[in-house]
Nanobody, 119 residues
Framework: QVQLVESGGGMVQPGGSLKLSCAAS????????MGWHRQAPGKQRELVAS???????NYADAVKGRFTVSKDNAKNTVSLQMNSLNPEDTAVYYC?????????????WGQGIQVTVSS
């Protein structure tokens, strides 16, 4: 079965850092664009960052310069380094894998992990 398992969340003070990791299994990792999304209370889920098969990265304006997405193909892992965190970053963060196989789009989601930025 396909599994995306997030780790590394928790609570941190404003200005602090956290690193999220997502371990993928059950997929051919190199065939997918990997991404991170988040959903804050009362808000819709939004893209935070993604990294493509060719290692092209994309970031939401709100996190540019503070977050860095990377992947380790040997470990089937995608990470999100989050620096200079502020309370507006508080959300449930979801790992995502998306790919196209012919005309069929396949998309998978992790269970989500809480990130809380508070003093």
């Amino acid at each position: 079965q396909v599994q995306l398992v997030e780790s590394g969340g928790g609570m941190v003070q404003p200005g602090g850092s956290l690193k999220l990791s997502c371990a993928a299994s059950g997929i051919v990792f190199d065939f997918y664009t990997m991404g991170w999304h988040r959903q804050a209370p009362g808000k819709q889920r939004e893209l935070v960052a993604s990294i493509s098969r060719g290692d092209y990265t994309n970031y939401a304006d709100a996190v540019k310069g503070r977050f860095t997405v990377s992947k380790d193909n040997a470990k089937n892992t995608v990470s999100l380094q989050m620096n200079s965190l502020n309370p507006e970053d508080t959300a449930v963060y979801y790992c995502n894998a998306a790919g196209f196989f012919g005309a069929t789009r396949r998309e998978y989601w992790g269970q989500g992990i809480q990130v809380t930025v508070s003093s």
